[in-house]
T-cell receptor, first 116, second 113 residues
Framework: AQKVTQAQTEISVVEKEDVTLDCVYETRDTTYYLFWYKQPPSGELVFLIRRNSFDEQNEISGRYSWNFQKSTSSFNFTITASQVVDSAVYFCALSPIIQGAQKLVFGQGTRLTINP | DTGVSQDPRHKITKRGQNVTFRCDPISEHNRLYWYRQTLGQGPEFLTYFQNEAQLEKSRLLSDRFSAERPKGSFSTLEIQRTEQGDSAMYLC???????????FGQGTRLTVV
């Protein structure tokens, strides 16, 4: 079975602080994708990143960075110099890389509040 | 706007009534997914189509739920004899081929009173 755990239910920080959202996953698949999505109050899930399980290089995109460690089954997300617009619920997700499906298994989400 | 669109955005219905939601995926995407999200939880997979074929259904999809995707274009999700436990956000997503990034619609929020 596949499972994604986001242990932090809510995080609140002051603007400009750095914040890391944790994600731990479980899967028996040898190849899989990992994702992060952002869900603002409007409800639409906004894609942030997808990583292949065989590519452990960390990635940076502007103020966002992701740390993928296969040894600890973690895929953490860091926002540097946070801004109020970063306030949202963030979901980590997992899907197998198999023919015919890209069924996403989501964590419970972390509600991030950035205070001015 | 060429994203995934869902209709209606909000639906309030009385317990026992039938409801139908529509999803229009991105036109060239052959894969379409339905997810359900309850308050404070992450989305949960319901069902998946590749073109017009429904290839997988979650055990969450009881006999009261039915989904179709005629002609491999838009999809409908019908819930018969709604129950209060059906109250949730129903999200549709589409993607192009295996491993394609899934694009989500804004969802239909169902409230059963």
């Amino acid at each position: 079975a596949q499972k994604v755990t986001q242990a932090q239910t809510e995080i609140s920080v002051v603007e400009k602080e750095d914040v890391t959202l944790d994600c731990v996953y479980e899967t028996r698949d040898t190849t899989y994708y990992l994702f992060w999505y952002k869900q603002p109050p409007s409800g639409e899930l906004v894609f942030l990143i997808r990583r292949n399980s065989f590519d452990e290089q960390n990635e940076i995109s502007g103020r966002y960075s992701w740390n993928f460690q296969k040894s600890t089954s973690s895929f953490n997300f860091t926002i540097t110099a946070s801004q109020v617009v970063d306030s949202a619920v963030y979901f980590c997700a997992l899907s197998p890389i198999i023919q015919g499906a890209q069924k996403l298994v989501f964590g419970q989400g972390t509600r991030l509040t950035i205070n001015p | 706007d060429t994203g995934v669109s869902q209709d209606p955005r909000h639906k309030i219905t009385k317990r026992g009534q039938n409801v139908t939601f529509r999803c229009d995926p991105i036109s060239e995407h052959n894969r379409l997914y339905w997810y359900r999200q309850t308050l404070g939880q992450g989305p949960e997979f319901l069902t998946y189509f590749q073109n017009e074929a429904q290839l997988e259904k979650s055990r969450l999809l009881s006999d009261r739920f039915s989904a179709e995707r005629p002609k491999g274009s838009f999809s409908t999700l019908e819930i018969q004899r709604t129950e209060q436990g059906d109250s949730a956000m129903y999200l549709c997503a589409s993607s192009l081929d295996v491993g394609g990034r899934a694009f989500f619609g804004q969802g239909t929020r169902l409230t059963v009173v």
